[in-house]
């Protein structure tokens, strides 16, 4: 059968290409996503201490390090029966916040505005972002939110704290009030500069809706909750009772579906239906943006990338509001023993859920691991919206396809580092340890 390779997808984290696979016809029958980057976090980890998880978690990705530390730290609080103090929950969150909102903030300056800010001159993402007048106040906010970070946990990048109950790294009072000054500074130029986004904004292509999953609670709490086109809405606290994953596939991918075969959705689109309305802020622009909504019959392409925006205001909002009840902080000494042979972490990473689930022995040494990927989650919806997107183009226009293509993947924001689990099949064990041996991957 014909196929069309797209080899490098522009403006995504990490690196992947496309290959479209089509019938006698024409007509797209099957759309696969490629990667050759390596991760296998979730084998290599076993035997070691869960104590080391929190650090070893934030290596998995340079993007979503906040997400995945905090994830990790909230199954060891379970796995050793710790409650954080409010304000080491208060810690946690400043840190969470800070890596989400510069995340979405890169997301939707360089990699989302060229899709749905019109025409442009410019050739690059960055020079579109200097050409629009944004690159400067853009590289003022990720100052503010690189110092916040480093403020809290030693590093802009990756840093380090974690400890079951705690946060390892002490805060004086001269940081605390440094974090409180910068929190209000990153609130307001947020939203001057969230605003300037908006106005570009315009809708386009619609696609299927789909089921919607968040947790319903916020960033970082309450229930797992299902939203259902039509209004039906389902709540559940164990993920594996409602979510199967996948065999892994020839692409390294395993992705996963409900239990009744169904593709589902995480991210932004799942949180504004699942969240409650915000008290004070930008529930105007809340009410305003479901009002658009409605009047859609499907699901914009370009509406992921408005959302980021609208929940840019909202973490800026809750950062300042955390910061301003921020204490001083000194890391407790206490040896810490697990409690519980298995943790659970839940938390809502600027692309979705993001779960870690840990099992570990009486001596507190990890035994099984699996952490589930807001993008793994989101693979089997983002290729059946790829088929539909797809299925006018010829093969001839190769250039719009692939413009196309790429579109429909950046609405996503997939991240390709995170995505990827190795869970190799017993009948290829030998064949990837022999790779692995002659360093051939």
Known sequence: MPRIKIEHLARIEGSAGLEVVLDPSGRVQEVILKSEI??????????????????????????????????????????????????VVRIRKIYFLSGFLRDHLTVVSLFGAPDFGGERKSSTALSFLKESG???????????????????????FQGVGGLPGDWARALSKEEVQEIRRLAERI????????????????????????????????FTEGPLALFFPGGRKRKFKDYRKVLREEEPQT????????????????????????????????????????????????????????LRIYECLLAAREL?????????????AEEKRPQKAEGLGLVEAPRGLLVHHYRVDEKGYLQQVNILTPTAQNVKALKKDLEKSLEGFKPKNFQKLAEQAEKVVRSYDPCIPCMLHIMIPHNRIRLFSLTLLNRTF
Not at 134 to 156: A, H, M, V, Y
Not at 189 to 209: C, H, I, M, N, W
Not at 280 to 300: M, S
Request: with cysteine.
């Open 251 to 306: 692409d390294g991918l395993r992705p996963t579906h409900l239990f009744s075969g169904e593709a589902y959705l995480v991210g932004p689109l799942a949180r504004f239906f699942l969240w409650p309305p915000p008290e004070g802020g930008p529930e105007d622009l809340q009410a305003r943006l479901r009002e658009c909504l409605e009047q859609q019959e499907g699901r914009p392409v370009e509406l992921p990338h408005l």
């Open 134 to 156: 944004r690159l400067r106040p853009f590289l003022r906010l990720r100052e503010k939110l690189n110092r916040t970070l480093e403020l809290i946990s030693g590093r802009s």
């Open 38 to 87: 390596f991760r296998g976090f979730e084998r290599f980890v076993r035997g070691r201490p869960a104590l080391e998880m929190p650090f070893i978690a934030g290596r998995i990705c340079g993007i979503c390090a906040e997400a995945h530390t905090l994830a990790s730290l909230q199954a060891l609080d379970e796995i050793f029966s710790t409650r954080p103090s409010a304000n």
């Open 187 to 218: 609130r307001k130029e947020t939203r001057d500069y969230a605003l300037s986004l908006v106005r570009e904004f315009s809708l386009g292509e619609t696609l299927p809706p789909r089921p919607l999953l968040a947790l319903e609670g916020g």
């Open 320 to 332: 300042e509001k955390t910061a301003q009840a921020l204490k001083p902080h000194r890391p407790s």
